[in-house]
């Protein structure tokens, strides 16, 4: 069973930066594609960056430009480096597989990101 373990949250100021990591135990295909989630407070997990196998990308409207999702294929690592940061972005942040545009694996615990002054 995959187990999926983020890490990297924390408190950060309005503007700051922030570098996230997830790691799988376990055997994860390399050709899944990849992704970061978040869940804010009294809101529903929301996909905010995909990377497929091959390093295409996608992001939502709210992250693009300022986040950016990168895997390391050896690994099966994947990071979302967070800059310009907002209140906004408060949440737990997820990371998972996708199989046909959707989350595979068991969600981990997540790492909380907290943007405030």
């Known amino acids: 069973q995959v187990q999926l373990v983020e890490s990297g949250g924390g408190l950060v100021q309005p503007g700051g930066s922030l570098r996230l990591s997830c790691a799988a135990s376990?055997?994860?295909?390399?050709?899944?594609?990849m992704g970061w989630y978040r869940q804010g407070p009294g809101n529903q997990r929301e996909l905010l960056a995909l990377?497929?196998?091959?390093?295409?990308?996608n992001y939502a409207d709210s992250v693009k430009g300022r986040f950016t999702i990168s895997r390391d294929n050896t690994k099966i690592t994947v990071f979302l480096q967070m800059n310009s940061l907002k209140p906004e972005d408060t949440a737990v942040y997820y990371c998972?597989?996708?199989?046909?545009?959707?989350?595979?694996?068991?969600w981990g615990q997540g790492t909380q990101v907290t943007v405030a002054s």
């Open positions: 998972n597989a996708l199989v046909n545009s959707r989350p595979y694996y068991p």
């Open positions: 376990g055997i994860i295909p390399r050709f899944y594609s």
């Open positions: 990377i497929t196998s091959g390093g295409d990308t």
